[in-house]
């Protein structure tokens, strides 16, 4: 059974920071790509970050490029996502997901068959 436990969403105000992280069980997680989406109220789900099976490689959205990390450690099957200079319009439910045998990742939801229940992160101006 497949298991993506989110952690480390909460309330801050502009300017910011968080820690996310995504505790996946179930999974060959060494042989799995995984991403951080987000999906804000009355809007779609978009892609956050990623990161390659393959080589490690990390893939960011435009609106979070330069401000948020993508993250993993291998050893604990652990991903995370340092949000920083975090905005009002960051304000969504975070998701982790994973891609198993999907070496080099893009933020396309289809490509994700786990997903996690998601942690709330609420920015204040």
């Known amino acids: 059974q497949v298991r993506l436990v989110e952690s480390g969403g909460g309330s801050v105000q502009a300017g910011g920071s968080l820690r996310l992280s995504c505790a996946a069980s179930?999974?060959?997680?060494?042989?799995?790509?995984m991403a951080w989406f987000r999906q804000a109220p009355g809007k779609e789900r978009e892609g956050v970050a990623c990161?390659?099976?393959?080589?490690?490689?990390?893939y960011y959205a435009d609106s979070v490029k330069g401000r948020f990390t993508i993250s993993e450690d291998k050893a604990k099957n652990t991903l995370y996502l340092q949000a920083n200079s975090l905005k009002p319009d960051d304000t969504a439910i975070y998701y982790c997901?994973?891609?198993?045998?999907?070496?080099?990742?893009?933020?396309?939801?289809?490509?994700?068959?786990?997903w996690g229940q998601g942690t709330q992160v609420t920015v204040s101006a």
């Open positions: 990161i390659s099976a393959g080589d490690g490689s990390t």
């Open positions: 179930g999974v060959t997680y060494i042989t799995s790509s």
């Open positions: 997901a994973a891609a198993p045998f999907v070496r080099r990742c893009a933020l396309n939801p289809a490509d994700f068959r786990y």
